[in-house]
């Protein structure tokens, strides 16, 4: 079955950067497009960057600039690096590859 593992948050003050990584198994990687998505306290789901099986990328207005995806094929990982971050970037990010989700890594921005 497909597995996707997210490692990575943490606590950062804000300014500072983080780099997730989501694990997947059970997929052609290299084949299916991968986002990251987040969900603060109180707020839906939302999606914060994909990037498609051939390395397009798109990214939701509040990250842009200061957000990069990217994916290693020969791994099977796809990165989220997460600079200047900012306390209203808190929240749970997820992977998601095929409509399956990963368990969610919290990110925490302290002012």
């Known amino acids: 079955q497909v597995q996707l593992v997210e490692s990575g948050g943490g606590l950062v003050q804000a300014g500072g950067s983080l780099r997730l990584s989501c694990a997947a198994s059970?997929?052609?990687?290299?084949?299916?497009?991968m986002g990251w998505y987040r969900q603060a306290p109180g707020k839906e789901r939302e999606l914060v960057a994909g990037i498609t099986s051939g390395g397009s990328t798109n990214y939701a207005d509040s990250v842009k600039g200061r957000f990069g995806i990217s994916r290693d094929n020969a791994k099977n990982t796809v990165y989220l690096q997460m600079n200047r971050l900012k306390p209203e970037d808190t929240a749970v990010y997820y992977c998601k590859a095929e409509g399956n989700w990963g368990q969610g890594t919290q990110v925490t921005v302290s002012s």
């Open positions: 059970g997929i052609i990687f290299r084949f299916n497009g």
